[in-house]
């Protein structure tokens, strides 16, 4: 079989297609025929080793298809079942194994694309909206990046919860879909000062949370645009990682809160990732979620694919099509 592996940390130009071996389910694991890939940041974390990956390896945790076989002990799916997973190990490939309770079953009314488009980046927005911080009708967060994968969704659930919701994006093609997604306000920060912007929505008050998944280029004013005892949602670092900090900082800014949350948490147990999941996926299937599928790529072109989600050139999710 196919997959795109990587022999040492770098630039796109790292990734290889390859030929290797089919690999057979062991105890609890199952047997993925992968029909889509899903694109996510962390993978871009892993190439060029902000994140440790043993080496040589496959990348990718996320994607979707049909159960090819499973492993002895397996009893939450069996084979011909379409499902989706975060935690694929090794994903960028034509079959990859996974936990097989890490797998959610996918309704009929979710194709296959769309299970592996929402998953990952889905119960992020899921969690970070409903559990990290649980927005309340009339609260205002800021939402970085807000035409991404994980923007477009955050914008979406957020409103969806009632809150107001301002984002940020690079360009007046992504202000656009950031507003069809649920944005009330959006800021181009490459021209303006975010800043300001927001303490003028606000009338200097600020907002409730901000969620960042920009990191570096955003950080230290976003703690600025938090009301009183606000919090600081830290999920990422598109832009690069976030210089060391003072805690004294959280409290000259109005007693802040900060934290730096991570999907395995919040979906630790089956019964969490089949709920968070399933509401996602619920969102789907009664039309209140949209998921924008902004490119397919054959599984081969997976570096060009990642030289556009890290080049700013992409809107809502990438995938790779083995
Ligand atoms: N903690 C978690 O559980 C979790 C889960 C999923 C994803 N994440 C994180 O969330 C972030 C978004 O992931 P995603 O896959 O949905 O990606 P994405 O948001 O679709 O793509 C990254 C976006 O970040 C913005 N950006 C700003 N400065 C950038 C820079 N210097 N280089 C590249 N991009 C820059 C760009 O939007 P503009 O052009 O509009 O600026 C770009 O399109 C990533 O940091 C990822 O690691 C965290």
């Given amino acids: 079989m196919k997959a795109i592996r990587i022999h040492q940390t770098g630039d796109a130009g790292v990734l290889r297609l390859e030929e290797v071996e089919r690999p057979t389910p062991g105890p609890g694991q199952a047997l993925l025929r ?35 076989a499973v492993g002895p002990g397996v009893a939450t799916v069996r084979a011909g079942d379409r499902v989706a997973s975060v935690n694929v190990l090794g994903a960028y490939a034509e ?22 488009a929402v998953m ?34 955050l914008c979406q659930m957020a409103r969806r919860r009632g809150a107001r919701v301002i984002g940020t994006v690079s360009t007046k093609e992504k202000a656009a879909l950031a507003r069809e997604a649920g944005a009330d306000e959006v800021i181009l920060y490459t021209q303006s000062d975010f800043e300001a ?94 998921v924008r599928i902004d490119h397919e790529l054959p599984l081969a072109q997976a570096a060009d694919a990642q030289r556009a989600l890290e080049g700013r050139r992409t809107t809502g999710k990438v995938l790779l099509i083995p």
């Fill in 95 to 116: 079959y990859a194994l996974a936990p097989a309770d890490r797998l959610v079953p996918l309704p009929d009314q979710v194709s296959t694309k769309q299970g592996a």
């Fill in 197 to 290: 912007e927001v303490k003028r929505l606000t009338a200097s008050v600020g907002v409730h949370v901000v969620y960042d998944s920009v990191g570096r280029t955003t950080f230290a004013k976003g703690l600025n645009c938090l009301a009183r005892r606000g919090m600081m949602v830290l999920l990422g670092q598109s832009s690069g990682s976030v210089e060391p900090m003072d805690p004294q900082i959280l409290n000259q800014k109005g007693s802040l809160f900060l934290t730096r949350p991570s999907i395995g948490h919040y979906i630790a147990t089956r019964d969490e990732l089949l709920e968070r999941a399933g509401e996602v996926l619920n969102g789907i299937t009664d039309g209140s979620l949209s």
């Fill in 120 to 153: 990952l980046q889905g119960i992020t927005a899921q969690y970070l909206t409903a559990a990290t911080f649980p927005l309340q009708r009339g609260q205002t967060c800021l939402v970085h990046a807000a035409a991404g994968g994980v923007g477009l969704l």
């Fill in 34 to 68: 992968v029909e889509a890939v899903g694109l996510n940041f962390i993978e871009i974390y892993q190439r060029t080793g902000l994140y440790k990956l043993a080496l040589p390896g496959t990348l990718g945790t996320e994607a979707a298809g049909t159960v090819e």
